[in-house]
């Protein structure tokens, strides 16, 4: 279609178009869900359920390191195995389903993305055409990052402390399917959009909506801020754990003030 065209097309043209990009997007999606929903099997044992065994790379690496620097909090070392349980009848099966659209959905990204900037690419300038392609693979390649994170560091770290804690000595740690997946799903998807800050303030700073001094005035504010977030999310509350979380967010925070204008 000729820029002229889609400069004449009208409110319903554009909402035709946005149907036939959703739909595509659905479409991907789903052929990629029964794709997963084919070998979850292997995923969980291979992947999913790797962090609840002792033998997961990052618990083998923090117990060398504990060796060597002596600092690490309690909960980081040792042996650590966390049963997992189903109690509710059809949860293993609504598990294999909803995990298979989630994984989906994250490997789904890219196309996602890449399908609605070329729904907007008709409104945008040549020069904003040419800056959206760098946009969007660092853009890809962050949400990853980020989600790899949340995989390797954050879940991890989280799932020691929380199965490992117990409120009185009666009580036996178990940890249910549903309360698994939903920890999961949570903290890698939500580390993976935490990511996509320096992409954001990019486009606020393209639009005009954000400048590189807002960055300079709020940074003692941001600090305050993301260490909370940080806190939050690891909810141990021990030095390691927190500078682990809060340091690549920070990260974030001054590399998002690099690349907006000044």
């Not at 500078?243 to 690099?258: G, T």
Request: charged letters at 15%; a neutral charge; proline letters at 4%.
């Amino acid at each position: 279609m000729s820029e002229q065209g889609e400069n004449e097309m009208t409110f319903w043209d554009h909402l035709d178009e946005l149907r036939k990009v959703l739909f595509r997007i659905a479409l991907f999606v789903g052929v990629l869900a029964l794709v997963f929903f084919s070998y979850m099997r292997e995923l969980f044992n291979s992947i999913i359920l790797a962090p609840t065994r002792n033998d997961f790379f990052l618990y083998s690496w923090l117990n060398n390191l504990a060796a060597k620097l002596p600092v690490l909090p309690d909960f980081c070392i040792g042996e650590f195995h966390v049963k997992v349980i189903n109690i509710n009848l059809a949860s293993q099966f609504f598990v294999h389903i909803s995990t298979s659209f989630w994984f989906a959905l994250v490997f789904s990204f890219p196309f996602i993305i890449y399908q609605l900037f070329l729904f907007i690419r008709p409104a945008l300038y040549p020069n904003e055409k040419k800056n959206a392609g760098a946009a969007f693979f660092f853009g890809n390649l962050l949400f990853y990052i980020g989600v790899t994170i949340g995989y390797i560091i954050v879940f991890p770290l989280t799932l020691r402390f929380l199965a490992g804690y117990q409120l009185s000595d009666y009580i036996e740690n178990s940890v249910s399917l549903d309360s698994y997946m939903g920890s999961f799903l949570m903290l890698c998807f939500i580390m993976g959009l935490v990511f996509e800050l320096p992409l954001l303030s990019w486009i606020l700073s393209q639009l005009g909506i954000l400048k590189r001094s807002f960055f300079n005035k709020f940074r003692k504010h941001a600090i305050v801020a993301l260490l909370v977030i940080a806190a939050f999310i690891t909810p141990s509350g021990d030095p390691f754990t927190l500078m682990v979380v809060f340091l690549p967010i920070y990260m974030l925070w001054e590399i998002s003030a690099m690349i907006v204008k000044k």
